[in-house]
Every structure is written in C-alpha cells, then in structure tokens.
C-alpha cells in the first residue's frame, strides 16, 4: 500500500509564490515516476509536471514551465512542486500522483493524495 499527502496549500496573492509538498508512504519502491496534477470544479484533473523518481527527467505543462520546479528528496520520499509568479488561473486543487510510468497522463498513475487547495487573488 501506497500513502501520499500533499500539505502547503493555501491563499496566495498573485505574483506570490507557493511550495506544494507529497510525502509518500508504503510500498514506494513500486513506483518510478510522480506527478502533480490540479482539478478544477466539474472539470478533468489536468498535468501540471512530473519527475522520475530518481530526479533526472523532468516534464511540465506549458502553463508551468518558467514558473513551476518539480523536485523530489528521495532520503526524505518527498516530492515538491515550487510555485512561483502565480495567476488566479492557477487556483485549484493540486494532487500528487505516483506510477510505474513516467507519463503526463493521469490514467498511467496508481496513487494520489487526497489533494490540497491552492487559491491565488487578484
């Protein structure tokens, strides 16, 4: 079994910056790759970025790129996801994911946490 629980959402003004932790549990050398993805009200969960486990490879939606830093502290099975110059485009929900495939395709993960909400005024 696989536990994952994101922590460090909140409010933030726009043009602030945000750092989104996933601390994983459990069986966590069954995956090789994790993502954060974000979701919306009545809307699919959307890629946000992902990294492989070991940190070499790294992917971000476009919307991310520039802004946004996947990383992960393997001593710690710690992901992060540094957020910064944010838009009230980027209020969601924000979950973490872990797969056995290095993808940015939501249906290759098998684990998620149970999401934390970002929020960033005008």
């Known amino acids: 079994q696989v536990q994952l629980v994101e922590s460090g959402g909140g409010l933030v003004q726009a043009g602030g910056s945000m750092r989104l932790s996933c601390a994983a549990s459990?069986?966590?050398?069954?995956?090789?790759?994790m993502g954060w993805f974000r979701q919306g009200p009545g809307k699919e969960r959307q890629f946000v970025a992902a990294?492989?486990?070991?940190?070499?490879?790294?992917a971000y939606a476009d919307s991310a790129k520039g802004r946004f830093t996947i990383s992960v502290d393997n001593a710690k099975n710690t992901m992060y996801l540094q957020m910064s110059s944010l838009k009230p485009e980027d209020t969601d929900v924000y979950y973490c994911?872990?797969?056995?495939?290095?993808?940015?395709?939501?249906?290759?993960?098998?684990?998620w946490g149970q999401g934390t909400q970002v929020t960033v005024s005008s």
């Open positions: 990294i492989n486990w070991s940190g070499g490879s790294t």
């Open positions: 459990g069986r966590t050398f069954s995956w090789v790759a």
């Open positions: 994911a872990a797969g056995r495939r290095y993808s940015a395709l939501a249906s290759n993960y098998d684990y």
